[in-house]
């Protein structure tokens, strides 16, 4: 980067920290952009920004809301978000889509489901591909977190696809991690979540109002459940609670609930310790990240994982051998130009 490409960063990099701290959208929506961006100097921005701005960074809630497709997710992100503005919040929302697989941008587009928050001053709603990333979380997922903190949102609510993948990216992010179930939904549905019960703070059967006696039912077959489950943490075991997202019955009780587990977490100083081992794991997920990209972008293993991967298909040759070839091919010196 050469003296005049260094001072407009500088500038961009000012620009964006001053409009961010403003609780300007357009200023934080270009700084998520350039966080998401693959560019080498947007990313170094978006760095810069983000450090910048850690201090103004911490203050908000952080909850990540999960379930099946079909649970009615984003209907009751929306009452909710409504209803934490009407309490005088400022909401943001990290709704994540599933990718396009042809273009591997957001297909679902979640100002469209949330149409009233969408436009309520006070809300701000980001849809982010997931881009493959695990869990049905966006690869920066994290960053924009930060940034809308930093830009005066004091509730963040993060919105995952909820397809059955791994949810431990999101729980592994957020203060409150919430499960979104269906009172009445077969065996088949409810399977897909087992793995996320032991991860939930708090588990929600929406729709109770289509079988007030089958969510019931649900409810007390879950709460039974529960106790067989070790709590995710000593200061508090998950309630179930019942809601109908579609009339707003529950939303008050939900989020009085929320709010009890976060003054939980904070007076045994719980939360405090959650979010450092959060920040660590965060570090060292960008680091498995940045090596692998950098490994399969070495010289070397690009012309040997041809070769080796054509070998472990064909079964000449053991993945644990052409692993550690290419590993090899890594480390080994590069060769004096001739």
Not at 227 to 252: E, I, N
Not at 275 to 283: E, H, K, S, T, V
């Amino acid at each position: 980067m050469n003296g005049d490409e260094a001072e407009q960063q500088n500038m961009r990099v000012a620009e964006l920290v001053s409009g961010i701290r403003e609780g300007q959208p357009r200023a934080l929506a270009k700084a998520i952009t350039q966080a998401e961006s693959t560019r080498a100097d947007h990313q170094g921005c978006a760095r810069r920004v983000l450090d910048a701005l850690l201090p103004d960074t911490g203050q908000a809630i952080r909850v990540g809301i999960t379930g099946v497709p079909g649970v009615g997710k984003s209907t009751f992100i929306e009452v909710l978000g409504l209803h934490l503005l009407a309490l005088g919040h400022r909401v943001a929302v990290l709704a994540v889509d599933p990718s396009s697989s042809l273009g591997g941008g957001a297909i679902l587009g979640d100002k469209t489901r949330m149409e009233l928050l969408a436009r309520a001053p006070g809300a701000y709603i980001r849809p982010s591909p997931t881009s493959g990333a695990l869990g049905g979380v966006a690869a920066h997922t994290r960053e924009a977190m930060l940034l809308c903190e930093a830009a005066g949102y004091d509730v963040i609510l993060v919105e995952t696809v909820g397809v059955g993948q791994s949810e431990t990216a999101v729980a592994g992010m957020t203060d409150s991690f919430v499960l979104l179930q269906l009172p009445n939904a077969g065996d088949d549905l409810q399977a897909i979540k087992k793995g996320v019960v032991e991860l939930a703070d708090l588990i929600v059967y929406n729709k109770a109002d289509l079988d007030p006696l089958a969510s019931e039912v649900a409810a007390g077959q879950m709460k039974s459940a529960l106790t067989l489950l070790r709590p995710v943490s000593q200061h508090w075991r998950p309630p179930v609670l019942q809601v109908c997202a579609t009339r707003g019955d529950g939303v008050a009780p939900f989020w009085a609930t929320i709010l009890a587990h976060h003054k939980a977490m904070q007076d045994s100083g719980e939360l405090v310790r959650k979010r450092r081992r959060q920040a660590l794991d965060w570090m060292w997920g960008l680091i498995d990240g940045s090596l692998r990209a950098r490994f399969e972008q070495h010289a070397r293993v690009r012309a040997a994982l041809p070769i080796q991967v054509a070998a472990v298909l064909a079964g000449t040759v053991s993945p644990t051998t052409a692993a550690a070839a290419l590993l090899d091919a890594m480390s080994a010196p590069e060769m004096p130009l001739q």
